[in-house]
């Protein structure tokens, strides 16, 4: 008897202490007199995006709209209480001006549990980020952009000569967009990143895009569970050695990385690419060649200062390697997602895509038979408005994050302040911004003419950040912007795109933390009369 009196006793003793420990914060907007969101027992509010009751654009929706008249309020990412800045200038003034205070975004794992991930420049935090952003701030500027175009023309002349072949053969060209840009970004960015020339149409079961695949699927049980452990649990994701990346896949991107790069030093090869900028990078001689300011896509973002200071420490391997995977990963999935609603948009809006051919052919023809540079597509504007309004109608990012790295008080107005305590995070609600009809009327509707000369100017600042805001924006938006206008130019040029039986019109997005159609993105290539 007295041993079921002890059992009953310890087993509510530890409940209570579960229910306490989950509850903790559960006062933590009250206490600070600060509206937030109903949190669910420790899952908080951002649990039905783990458990995919909603669609990544449901849940961005579902944030923004929680408190339409406060420029700050508060929601629960499980347990962890995090404050949602609604307001341009709110967040202008965390981002730009009061930087120094929000430098760093969360961390779901660290150098203990994961040296590539926790070494690339997103998740490095205070002055080590510092230094390694001014480090390979030179990489990205127009001018590498420049040289490294040629790389990224390539793959894309290649891409499209696959599927001239086709045609020509006799073959329908009825494919699943994802997929087909997927395989494009592979080879560019094994082409621009790893030094490789890969084929991903011809060889299509290559080991490096199917290593690419397996380290971006986070839709399937397995990862994402990994990931609620790792960002949730991170203590028991160092206990059981959980990482973010299969260690034999991270083991191969290593080796190809550095082998690469002793097999160059060894030969005095040269070639204007990524793997060629890190080796300046490890030897401290990368430079800016840039003197002018150059007149690039309104998207574009624009270095700080931080990214031109002058750095002198030396970078490990375990450094360098993180970079060029990010760039693997960014350069991926992130261009080969914005690219899948490219094509959906100018699929569904035909008198577009009309328009941009139009501005393709006259390209074409000032070009005089050449290939396309980096300048003539710059030149591009109508490309550039179609691209930029997708971006903001379909950004890869719904929402981006910073953490208050220094306790920090902010002005509420009417006399009052909110006291922010170091390791606070915030989330800045990108796609509930973009779909604002305050700054982007009817927000719903493609219309790239919100990006023309004409109308560019009226875009409020801080309502269009689809390479996020500040010193701690998207260091490669040149690079994205390159590798999507290329093959968007290429593309139309020898094809329309337009549906089959298979196009979900309006397409209806899986549900999830991804940014991807429901059934895929199924449209079909028709060659044009020359």
Same mark, same amino acid.
């Given at each position: 008897?007295?041993?079921?009196?002890?059992?009953?006793?310890?087993?509510?003793?530890?409940?209570?202490?579960?229910?306490?420990?989950?509850?903790?914060?559960?006062?933590?907007?009250?206490?600070?007199?600060?509206?937030?969101?109903?949190?669910?027992?420790?899952?908080?509010?951002?649990?039905?995006?783990?458990?995919?009751?909603?669609?990544?654009?449901?849940?961005?929706?579902?944030?923004?709209?929680?408190?339409?008249?406060?420029?700050?309020?508060?929601?629960?990412?499980?347990?962890?209480?995090?404050?949602?800045?609604?307001?341009?200038?709110?967040?202008?003034?965390?981002?730009?001006?009061?930087?120094?205070?929000?430098?760093?975004?969360?961390?779901?794992?660290?150098?203990?549990?994961?040296?590539?991930?926790?070494?690339?420049?997103?998740?490095?935090?205070?002055?080590?980020?510092?230094?390694?952003?001014?480090?390979?701030?030179?990489?990205?500027?127009?001018?590498?952009?420049?040289?490294?175009?040629?790389?990224?023309?390539?793959?894309?002349?290649?891409?499209?000569?696959?599927?001239?072949?086709?045609?020509?053969?006799?073959?329908?060209?009825?494919?699943?967009?994802?997929?087909?840009?997927?395989?494009?970004?592979?080879?560019?960015?094994?082409?621009?990143?790893?030094?490789?020339?890969?084929?991903?149409?011809?060889?299509?079961?290559?080991?490096?895009?199917?290593?690419?695949?397996?380290?971006?699927?986070?839709?399937?049980?397995?990862?994402?569970?990994?990931?609620?452990?790792?960002?949730?649990?991170?203590?028991?994701?160092?206990?059981?050695?959980?990482?973010?990346?299969?260690?034999?896949?991270?083991?191969?991107?290593?080796?190809?990385?550095?082998?690469?790069?002793?097999?160059?030093?060894?030969?005095?090869?040269?070639?204007?690419?990524?793997?060629?900028?890190?080796?300046?990078?490890?030897?401290?001689?990368?430079?800016?060649?840039?003197?002018?300011? =150059?007149?690039?896509?309104?998207?574009?973002?624009?270095?700080?200062?931080?990214?031109?200071?002058?750095?002198?420490?030396?970078?490990?391997?375990?450094?360098?390697?993180?970079?060029?995977?990010?760039?693997?990963?960014?350069?991926?999935?992130?261009?080969?997602?914005?690219?899948?609603?490219?094509?959906?948009?100018?699929?569904?809006?035909?008198?577009?895509?009309?328009?941009?051919? =139009?501005?393709?052919?006259?390209?074409?023809?000032?070009?005089?038979?050449?290939?396309?540079?980096?300048?003539?597509?710059?030149?591009?504007?109508?490309?550039?408005?179609?691209?930029?309004?997708?971006?903001?109608?379909?950004?890869?990012?719904?929402?981006?994050?910073?953490?208050?790295?220094?306790?920090?008080?902010?002005?509420?107005?009417?006399?009052?302040?909110?006291?922010?305590?170091?390791?606070?995070?915030?989330?800045?609600?990108?796609?509930?911004?973009?779909?604002?009809?305050?700054?982007?009327?009817?927000?719903?509707?493609?219309?790239?003419?919100?990006?023309?000369?004409?109308?560019?100017?009226?875009?409020?600042?801080?309502?269009?950040?689809?390479?996020?805001?500040?010193?701690?924006?998207?260091?490669?938006?040149?690079?994205?912007?390159? =590798?999507?206008?290329?093959?968007?130019?290429?593309?139309?040029?020898?094809?329309?795109?337009?549906?089959?039986?298979?196009?979900?019109?309006?397409?209806?997005?899986?549900?999830?933390?991804?940014?991807?159609?429901?059934?895929?993105?199924?449209?079909?290539?028709?060659?044009?009369?020359?």
């Amino acid at each position: 008897m007295l041993g079921e009196i002890l059992l009953i006793a310890t087993v509510g003793l530890i409940s209570y202490a579960f229910y306490k420990w989950a509850t903790i914060n559960n006062d933590f907007f009250e206490r600070r007199n600060i509206k937030c969101m109903k949190p669910r027992f420790i899952v908080g509010n951002t649990g039905g995006l783990f458990t995919n009751k909603y669609t990544v654009t449901e849940f961005a929706q579902k944030l923004y709209n929680a408190f339409p008249n406060e420029s700050i309020y508060g929601l629960f990412d499980f347990r962890v209480p995090h404050y949602v800045v609604r307001d341009p200038e709110a967040i202008k003034q965390i981002t730009i001006k009061d930087f120094d205070h929000f430098e760093d975004h969360r961390a779901f794992t660290d150098e203990g549990i994961d040296r590539l991930w926790s070494n690339t420049l997103f998740f490095m935090k205070g002055e080590k980020w510092r230094q390694m952003r001014a480090t390979l701030s030179p990489a990205f500027t127009g001018s590498k952009m420049r040289q490294m175009f040629e790389l990224v023309s390539e793959c894309a002349d290649d891409v499209v000569k696959h599927f001239v072949h086709k045609v020509e053969s006799g073959e329908k060209v009825n494919i699943e967009m994802k997929d087909f840009f997927g395989r494009y970004t592979n080879d560019v960015i094994a082409s621009c990143a790893f030094g490789l020339k890969i084929n991903s149409f011809l060889e299509p079961e290559n080991e490096f895009y199917l290593n690419g695949k397996t380290l971006m699927n986070f839709t399937s049980f397995k990862a994402m569970c990994r990931m609620v452990v790792l960002t949730k649990l991170p203590a028991l994701a160092r206990a059981l050695n959980i990482t973010s990346t299969d260690p034999v896949i991270a083991k191969s991107f290593r080796e190809t990385i550095l082998t690469t790069m002793e097999i160059r030093k060894k030969n005095k090869f040269f070639r204007p690419d990524m793997i060629n900028m890190l080796m300046q990078v490890r030897e401290g001689t990368l430079k800016s060649d840039e003197n002018v300011k =150059e007149k690039e896509g309104f998207a574009t973002v624009e270095e700080s200062e931080i990214g031109k200071l002058t750095v002198k420490r030396k970078w490990n391997d375990d450094e360098i390697v993180a970079q060029c995977f990010l760039f693997f990963i960014a350069g991926f999935e992130s261009s080969s997602t914005m690219l899948t609603f490219v094509s959906y948009e100018l699929t569904v809006n035909p008198d577009i895509q009309q328009k941009l051919y =139009e501005e393709i052919l006259e390209t074409e023809q000032q070009l005089g038979g050449k290939s396309i540079t980096y300048d003539a597509l710059q030149k591009m504007k109508y490309l550039d408005q179609i691209i930029c309004e997708s971006l903001r109608k379909w950004p890869s990012a719904a929402q981006v994050d910073r953490v208050c790295t220094k306790d920090y008080v902010y002005d509420l107005g009417n006399e009052s302040n909110l006291k922010v305590e170091k390791g606070t995070p915030f989330f800045i609600p990108i796609y509930g911004i973009h779909h604002d009809p305050q700054y982007f009327p009817e927000p719903d509707k493609f219309d790239p003419e919100r990006f023309s000369d004409e109308n560019k100017d009226n875009i409020l600042s801080g309502t269009y950040i689809p390479f996020g805001l500040g010193p701690r924006n998207c260091i490669g938006s040149r690079f994205a912007l390159m =590798e999507i206008k290329a093959i968007v130019y290429y593309l139309l040029l020898n094809f329309s795109i337009e549906p089959n039986e298979k196009t979900q019109i309006p397409v209806k997005l899986k549900r999830g933390m991804i940014l991807l159609p429901e059934n895929g993105m199924h449209l079909e290539l028709k060659p044009r009369k020359k």
